[in-house]
């Protein structure tokens, strides 16, 4: 697997040894004792499989944590960045080069500077850091320990976020040596990037994170198909996309209680064929419009971050019954889906859902290998992904390895410390992740795709046309959405288009919506509002400043644009 490719070089699998030594000894071995689970037949109990779960959420937040505590910490401390190049004289040093002056270290030596009794050393190119001070203060604990006494680079190769000045900067902050070019070439001469093997995309989609691969499609193209082309369907990844023969793969199954199961793709087709036609969207979509209130932390996805698409599969409900999963089993509160993207660490993406979700038969929990009527694209999880309808898309887990159920929800980073809302108070320093369940169901939204903000539209017959899409979580359908061009004096319900026929609380797709807007003669300038309401009568905020939140999710304000008009 891509995941695992840094960690299998000679010199990545020595620093393996000795984070081994450093941290977490027992755990890591038993992490890595099962990186090829996937692709044999070895089966392990439920106490080792709970083990290996904790686990995996220690590590899970170490190249999030290292990347997002990077950026708070660096904005609450700026000052910090500039101690190096003034204690140096030389505002001139790109991070890993070498500094002139400061003392020759080997890997030996920083090898020896791994723990808190030693200080925590790293290096970076040909940069080597006292980074204890950091360890000590920044929100993510002692997560970052994973790199101590070696190089922090096959994270940072898997983690873009770092190639940043800012974050350059204050690394340098913490400059106390430089490497030994032998050294030097010896940590990263082994190093493959862990995004080589990619799969090509659509040149329309508009690239939010280049790695991990990020991207959105232009909104007009959204109104002018019910159906996303899955080429133009919105791309949230978190780490490598995987490269996974489908002959060789198998699905791992494992039910509170009782032995583990592996399927083929052949023995889930084998199962009845259930499609489904769902909207999926990212809990940041229109977090740029949140952002303008007051930054927020994520990716700047504008308001494409969603896409409606036909899913087909076997219903995780089925699947379950087969493995042996009663309806009243006690222990069973939660199904967690693994995906085979991974970080340096092997750690898997994973996240959960109730479940009452997973177990309604009407709820349509898909593990699909279909999409629009083809084979998922590498993308959207091929072999198999989780599709879970109503629900937020960080739930529907891409690339399946394996399905838990089981007592607990998921110990991922993803599921713990991520993906959840707050109050406006709350900020980096206040915020803990416990007090705050995570996201499933999604608010009602709408967005307005066409016209775009300060386009110049042509006024014919004294209107114009406007379009967009509305969609609500847990089943809710939408029953109107509502434009106005003045401020909210005067609303205009759009014309909604939604085909599907099923009944709340089971409706699962979007819907698209047109609507004529007068223009007075003369008019200039229009500020266009639109809302949606659901069919439980829910019905967007009106802004976005009493519903900001620290990362930017559930952003569900009216969309509001500006446009020029042309007579």
């Known amino acids: 697997m891509l995941g695992t490719v840094l960690f299998r070089s000679p010199h990545n699998r020595r620093l393996l040894q000795s984070l081994r030594t ?26 080792e499989t709970s083990h290996r779960q904790n686990v995996m959420g220690s590590l899970s937040v170490l190249g999030l944590g290292i ?40 890997l030996r030596d920083v090898g020896q500077h791994c723990s808190h009794k030693d200080e925590i ?38 983690y873009g976020v770092h190639n940043q000045p800012e974050i350059l900067a204050m690394l340098e902050s913490y400059r106390i040596g430089n490497l030994s070019m032998e050294d030097s070439m010896e940590s990263t001469r082994d190093l493959e990037d862990p995004y080589g093997l990619e799969p090509k995309r659509h040149p329309s989609l508009k690239i939010n994170s280049q790695k991990p691969f990020n991207a959105e499609p232009p ?21 490598p996309v995987p490269l996974v023969d489908v002959n060789e793969w198998r699905l791992t199954i494992e039910v509170v209680g009782l032995k583990p199961i592996e399927l083929s793709m052949d023995q889930i087709k084998k199962f009845p064929k259930h499609t489904v036609t769902t909207s999926i969207q990212c809990a940041g979509n229109r977090r740029s419009e949140m952002s303008k209130i ?14 409606n698409a036909t899913f087909s599969g076997a219903r995780l409900y089925d699947v379950l019954k087969a493995a042996g999963l009663k309806d009243d089993e006690i222990k069973a509160q939660h199904v967690q889906f693994e995906g085979l993207d991974t970080d340096p660490a092997n750690v898997p993406y994973a996240a959960s859902i109730p479940i009452e979700k997973a177990m309604d038969p009407k709820g349509d929990v898909l593990l699909a290998y279909e999409m629009n009527g083809a084979p998922l694209s ?44 707050f109050s406006p108070s709350t900020d980096w320093d206040t915020v803990d992740f416990t007090k705050s369940p995570a996201i499933q169901q999604l608010p009602v939204t709408s967005a307005i795709c066409e016209p775009s903000e300060n386009e110049v539209v042509l006024v014919k017959n004294g209107k114009i046309t406007v379009k967009g899409y509305a969609s609500s979580g847990g089943g809710n359908k939408i029953v109107r959405v509502d434009v106005t061009p003045d401020g909210g004096q005067t609303w205009y319900v759009a014309d909604l288009i939604n085909p599907e026929k099923n009944k709340p609380p089971h409706h699962w797709a979007w819907s698209l919506w047109q609507v004529e807007i007068p223009v007075r003669k003369g008019q200039k300038q229009m500020e266009l509002w639109a809302k949606a309401v659901d069919s439980s009568y829910n019905t967007q905020p009106e802004s976005f400043k009493n519903i900001w939140n620290l990362r930017g999710v559930l952003s569900n304000a009216y969309h509001r644009i500006n446009i020029k008009l042309k007579h």
């Open 378 to 421: 590498r993308d959207h999880g091929y072999p198999l992904r989780a599709v879970v309808p109503g629900v937020v898309g960080a739930r529907n887990v891409k690339w399946l390895g394996a399905v838990y159920v089981s007592e607990e929800e998921s110990s991922s980073h993803w599921q713990q410390n991520d993906y959840k809302g």
């Open 22 to 47: 450093c941290v977490l000894t027992d755990s890591f071995d038993n992490v890595n004792d099962k990186n090829d689970r996937f692709f044999s037949s070895k089966k392990w109990n439920t106490e």
């Open 67 to 106: 990347g997002i505590s990077l950026g708070i910490y660096y904005s609450k401390q700026r000052e910090k960045t500039n101690l190096f190049a003034a204690s140096q004289n030389s505002k001139d040093v790109k991070a890993g080069e070498p500094v002139p002056g400061l003392p020759l270290y080997s």
């Open 219 to 239: 909104p007009s193209l959204l109104a002018d198909s019910y159906i996303t082309p899955v080429e133009l369907f919105y791309v949230r990844n978190h780490l």
């Open 121 to 158: 050393w790293v290096t970076y190119k040909q940069g080597v850091y006292n980074i204890t001070p950091f360890i000590d203060e920044h929100p993510g604990g002692d997560k970052i320990m994973m790199a101590a006494g070696g190089s922090v680079e096959p994270f940072w190769l898997m």
């Open 294 to 307: 007051k930054k927020v932390k994520g990716l700047d996805w504008g308001t494409a971050a969603i896409g």
